[in-house]
């Protein structure tokens, strides 16, 4: 793997931080603002993940080069991360967050963990990243199992995630309007999903 690509590399991982450091922020904001108890507890757990996955994802980062993007630089190329970005705008206009808000924004936050989730499932089937273990394991004597396991554990957590906004879905939405949607699963990437580039 050549300089630029660890760099390419490096600073696609290291976006992937930013987003997940800004995804925290998104719901420990929505959680700042909700009165009920259970549900503020269920958007903590989300931004607490978030921020762990961010800290992984760093370190994964640094260990192949030293990025340089920044928020503004990643934002740029990452549309999730545009997204984020929205409805931390949106979020931080109100006061305070009703059932009716939770129920309007909890598609939107489903469906942004969804593309985290499918962004990771498909970087993890890219060729990229056993070059990356490769080079991690000439470094650092890892091997490509432990860090595969970091993503994979990411993965299991957006769908948890899913789980979660679904549960407080369930718990705002009034019994007349209640169906029996089922939860989508990111076996393999949706009709709707655009892959990312290849970082290299």
């Not at 963990?113 to 990229?128: I, R």
Request: glycine share 2%; net charge negative.
């Amino acid at each position: 793997m050549s300089d630029n690509e660890q760099r390419k590399l490096s600073e696609f991982i290291n976006c992937l931080s930013i987003l997940e450091s800004q995804t925290s922020l998104l719901y420990k904001n929505i959680s700042d603002r909700v009165d009920n108890p259970l549900i503020k507890t269920f958007l903590e757990e989300i931004s607490i993940d978030s921020q762990k996955h961010s800290g992984l994802l760093e370190g994964v980062s640094e260990s192949i080069a030293h990025p340089k993007a920044d928020q503004k630089d990643c934002a740029k190329r990452n549309e999730i991360l545009q997204r984020v970005i929205k409805l931390q705008k949106e979020t931080a206009k109100k006061q305070n967050f009703t059932s009716k808000d939770l129920l309007n924004f909890n598609e939107r936050l489903q469906l942004l963990e969804s593309q985290l989730g499918e962004e990771y499932y498909v970087f993890v089937q890219m060729k990229t990243l056993e070059f990356m273990m490769k080079q991690i394991d000439q470094a650092y004597n890892i091997d490509l199992t432990s860090v595969k396991r970091i993503f994979t554990g990411i993965i299991s957590d957006e769908e948890r995630h899913i789980e979660i906004l679904a549960t407080i879905k369930k718990m705002v939405t009034p019994k007349e309007q209640e169906n029996n949607n089922p939860l989508v699963k990111f076996q393999n990437p949706d009709a709707w999903y655009q892959p990312p580039a290849s970082v290299l």
